[in-house]
């Protein structure tokens, strides 16, 4: 367990001190958005192309990728009913609100995660190439469309090809399915950028986090309690049981599922709201509530499967 501990602690750390930089004002009233622009255009790219030009695309076919698919369609469906439909939030906060509800911090902390806690690195990575390659373009485009007023298809088709964490994950992807092996000459300073990618992101985090109160913001609440919600508990419970009552997976199986499901709301996401500048207060909070809340849910899981 202090293995486990250690994941949290990483993570913990980068967040106090963007925080602490946002209390004393060491960037100025401009640094959040500067590190925010410098996550989305520049580090999340090359972090989304280091991984997935070294991931293993077969994995894509395994027995995982089936069951994390519902499970997170399943969560993302129901939050975006209620956010639209009951709620009558805008395009943008829905897809936001149901991103934050079904989409898993599978790469800065699924992967240190899953080593500490089921022995190997290698179990989120189909749930990283489902979230890159589907989720992520779709989200792209709805949220151009949304934010940007316009509604042609070749302008949405435009600004989602030329979307930079869109073109990383494809280059990215068309090296993996392509087998060949980068050279060092050209892997390691894509990995040196990408290395940056997630320090920055958790610093600017934090530093969002100063100066506010998590469920502060009223009217949005509701949003950030049903999307908690559906995170921690919803999620692993029907990847649990889509794993041991239709799949019929092995318990190990079930175990690494119901793991990945149980991982908190992905920080990128928060990058997305602030791009857009849409939904921040629901990414946020929920990022932050589910961060925390995702310990006691993932040691019950190691209990009850382990």
Not at 101 to 118: D, E, F, T
Not at 125 to 150: E, H, R, Y
Not at 282 to 299: E, K, N, Q
């Amino acid at each position: 367990m202090l293995d486990v501990a250690t994941g949290f602690v990483v993570v913990g750390v980068a967040i106090l001190i963007g925080y602490i930089i946002g209390r004393i004002d060491l960037l100025g009233p401009h640094g959040r958005h500067v590190l925010n622009r410098l996550t989305f255009f520049v580090l999340s790219p090359f972090l989304l192309f280091v991984v997935l030009a070294q991931a293993d695309v077969q994995t894509l076919f395994s027995a995982l990728l089936p069951v994390s698919a519902i499970a997170a369609v399943a969560v993302i469906a129901l939050q975006a009913v209620f956010s639209r439909f009951v709620w009558h939030r805008s395009a943008g906060e829905t897809t936001i609100a149901a991103l934050s509800a079904g989409q898993v911090n599978s790469n800065n902390m699924g992967i240190p995660l899953s080593l500490y806690l089921l022995g190997s690195a290698a179990f989120p990575a189909p749930v990283i190439l489902l979230q890159l390659l589907i989720f992520t373009p779709i989200s792209m485009a709805i949220l151009d469309a949304a934010t940007s007023g316009q509604r042609s298809a070749r302008r949405i088709l435009r600004r989602t090809a030329t979307n930079p964490i869109v073109i990383g994950s494809v280059l990215g992807v068309a090296v993996s399915l392509s087998g060949w092996d980068l050279p060092s000459l050209l892997l390691d300073p894509a990995q040196s950028v990408a290395n940056a990618c997630v320090p920055v992101l958790l610093i600017s985090y934090g530093m969002s986090l100063h100066g506010q109160r998590v469920l502060g913001t009223a009217g949005r609440r509701r949003d950030i309690i049903l999307a908690t919600g559906l995170k921690l508990l919803v999620m692993p419970v029907i990847a649990w049981a889509t794993a041991a009552l239709v799949f019929h997976l092995s318990p190990a199986e079930i175990l690494i599922v119901t793991v990945l499901a149980a991982l908190p709301t992905a920080q990128n996401i928060f990058t997305y709201s602030q791009h857009y500048d849409v939904g921040e207060t629901i990414s946020r909070d929920t990022i932050f509530l589910t961060t925390v809340g995702c310990v006691p849910v993932l040691l019950i899981v190691i209990l009850l499967l382990g």
